[in-house]
């Protein structure tokens, strides 16, 4: 049965494969899982069809024959339980590979978070200039210690994992901000994650329903 | 093989049961899987004794014979998927739980980080007595979100399960704020949650080692 998830038309990062659909995205393309895509508009997630499928108004959300899930890290470790290639078969590595997952998102997310509520809320607040370098150095603890972690390996635990299709998917937020270039091994670690072929065809998929809904 | 976790001595919340080693904790005594605690110091954390078994200087960590795990997620995780209890045993279900786990940490906490941050890292900065009501909002808005869908609800699909578990861990970060008693539903939820016999046996264990530390 070919799954069917949710992402925005004119999406608001413009095609740069910010939104949480890309990390879902990568994910069935790693999988070989063919699947379908819906897109709707910012109103429409906070209408009540769609919160019947995401109770936060958000995307994705993941439909599959009478299955309904929502939140991606949830959605991709989904995808990962049942096709080879993102979680290891060894109990005890792919437990590790579930805690990068964990990690990408409860540890190493939020003070990204943080910055893009800087910018995108608080943007225009008298206190924006003075606070941003704040969140930025939390956000430099986080990654001082993941490239300490990293060193000069691959991936983070062996051979890629969806815990590094996270922890990519987190980072990537982190381009336009310039933080990735003070961690040569964190930035070259991104750029290893871009390269992979699963990613390209999920990049260039999202970027195309960009384009098509935005003319 | 009995796991070993760590958790503070000397936790910063004074044994209120706020340090994410209660989450753990609790989903240990709901699998009725006994367990070691190794307490550790704001110190040990950031030394690299500590950091080869988690990255960040954090705690909960996990050990069980040769596998070691990091991030309360992942633990939780680990630990529903070996004993009953904590999730059910239907595949749809199951999955539904998970994404609601996904959801406590990677939607309703990061706005309750926000204000963790505010509190206790900004909370002297001249902008704190402004931007407090706006994290608050960002909160409220999580909060309206999930109170409309628990609805009249004892737990969040069905059974209770690690979904649950993991939400009200977040949930009751918010306590002291008194945010949660905007939303009667949530603050009864929060309450089911706490009256049930495994929370109150890992929240004594984790009060009694902070008395013991404390003194």
Chains 1, 2 share one sequence.
Do not use: C
Not at 80 to 97: F, S, T, V
Not at 198 to 208: C, T, V, Y
Request: net charge negative; hydrophobic share 45%; no cysteine.
């Amino acid at each position: 049965m070919i799954p069917t998830i949710t992402a925005f038309e004119n999406s608001p990062d413009r095609g740069k494969g910010l939104a949480r659909d890309m990390r879902v995205r990568w994910a069935l393309e790693e999988a070989g899982q063919a699947y379908e895509v819906r897109l709707v508009s910012f109103g429409a997630v906070k209408e009540p069809a769609h919160r019947a499928l995401h109770p936060f108004g958000q995307i994705p959300t993941y439909e599959e024959g009478d299955l309904a899930l929502f939140e991606s890290g949830a959605i991709v470790l989904h995808i990962a339980e049942r096709h080879a290639g993102l979680l290891p078969e060894d109990a005890h590595a792919r437990a590790r590979a579930i805690t990068w997952m964990f990690a990408a998102i409860n540890t190493v997310e939020p003070p990204i978070l943080e910055l893009v509520t800087a910018k995108f809320l608080e943007g225009d607040k008298p206190w924006s200039e003075q606070r941003v370098p704040l969140v930025k150095d939390r956000i430099r603890t986080r990654l001082g210690e993941l490239s300490d972690r990293l060193g000069d390996a691959d991936w983070l635990d062996g051979a890629f994992s969806a815990g590094d299709l996270m922890m990519v998917g987190v980072l990537l937020r982190l381009k336009a901000s310039g933080l990735l270039d003070e961690y040569p091994n964190l930035a070259a670690y991104v750029a290893r994650g871009e390269a992979r072929a699963a990613f390209k065809r999920a990049f260039a998929a999202q970027l195309l329903a960009f384009e098509e809904s935005a003319f």
